[in-house]
C-alpha cells in the first residue's frame, strides 16, 4: 500500500460528482501532479486529503492510517492555496514560526528551526520584512516554508504558482522541486498548466469531470495519451480523420479527403479513425517529398521555435519547427509535410473512453 492511499474516493453535491471513484496509492516521496481543465475536482480532491471537505464515500489512509474522518488539525498536512494568505502584520521569520508556537515549540527550538526553512527557501537575508515588502514569488516561498516548517508528512500545494508572471513562474516550478528534493517531503499539487505538471512531477494524474482519465509519469503521459482529450490537454495534437481498408497486402490507413496511404500491421476498429500527431512531429519537406501538401496560412514566432498552421486536404495543421536562425518559410508558400508512422497515434475517432490507471 502506497504511503497515502485513496480508495474510490467520491464527492456528491446533490446529484452532481464533484469527484467520482478516485482511487490513487502515492509513495512517500512522491511528487504528483493533479491536472486537468476547471471544474474537474481537483481543488476538491485536495480538499479531501487536508480534510476541509468531507468524501461522501471512500477511504484515505496516510501510512496505513485510515484519517478520512480525521480534522484537518489531526492530520497535520502541510497547505499552501493560491491565495497563500500571509499575515500581514507579522514579519517572514514570525509569519513562518506561526505553526511552531501553535505547537507551542519552546523559543530556542523554533528559532532554529525557522532559519534552516529560511535558508532551504533562500529568504534568510528577507527575515524581518513584511509580506507587503516583498515580490510574489518571495511571498510564495514564505508560504512554502510556512507549510514545511512543521514537517509534515505531505504536502499539500493547490495552484501554488498561479499568480506569478510567466518567466518567475518557471524559475519557482524548478524552486519547488529543489526544495521537495531536499526535503523529500509527499507532495501533491494541483494545477492546470500541463507545463508545469510535465515538468516537474514525478507522476501526473490527469483529471477529467471529477474522474481520472490517466496516471502516468509525464514523458509516457506525453508520448502515450490514452485518449484524444488527454492528447490536446497534455501539449498539442493534429488529428486527421482516417479509415482502415483492408487489402491483399495487408492493412492500410487512408487519412480523409487525402491520396495519403499508410501501410500498417495493426488491426483497427471498424469505422472512422483518428490518427493523432503532434506539431513537433511534423517536418517540412519540398513539395513533392511530403505525405502531404499545404500551404501556410499563418506563422507565430515563439522565440524558440516558429507556429506554423498549414491548410490541407486533410484540415488545416499545426507544425511547429526549431528556430535555428534560418528564416521559415513565408504565409502563402506551398510546403510538404512529413513524420514517422510510429509517431502518430491512431484511435477510434468517437473515442471517449475513460481509462483507469
Ligand atoms: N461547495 C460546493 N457546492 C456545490 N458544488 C461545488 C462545491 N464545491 C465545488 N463544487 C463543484 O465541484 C466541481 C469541482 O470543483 P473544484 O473546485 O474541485 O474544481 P477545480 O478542478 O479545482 O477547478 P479550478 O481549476 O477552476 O480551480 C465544480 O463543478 C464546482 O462547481
Ligand atoms: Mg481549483
Redesign the pocket.
Known sequence: MGFLHLEQVS?F??E?A??CDFDLEIEKGEFIS?L????????????MIAGL?TPTSGKIALDGRDITQEKPAKRGLGVVFQSYALFPHMTVAQNVAFGLEMRKIARSERDKQVAEILSLVRLTPLADRYPREMSGGQRQRVAIARALVIKPPVLLL??PLSNLDAKLREEMQFELRRIQRVVGITTIM?T?DQAEALSISDRVVV?EG?KITQVDQPYSLYEHPKNNFISSFVGKSNFLAARAVNETSGVSLIVDNTDLKIPSTKNYPDGELCLSVRPEKICLTAPAEGMLQGSISSRYFLGNQWLLSVTTPAGEISVSVANLGAPPPLEGEITGLSWKIEECRIMAAEQEVIVQS
Open positions: 464527492k453535491y446533490g452532481f464533484a469527484v493533479l486537468g481543465p476547471s471544474g474537474c475536482g481537483k481543488t476538491t480532491t485536495l480538499q471537505v493547490d495552484e494541483v492546470h483529471m471529477g
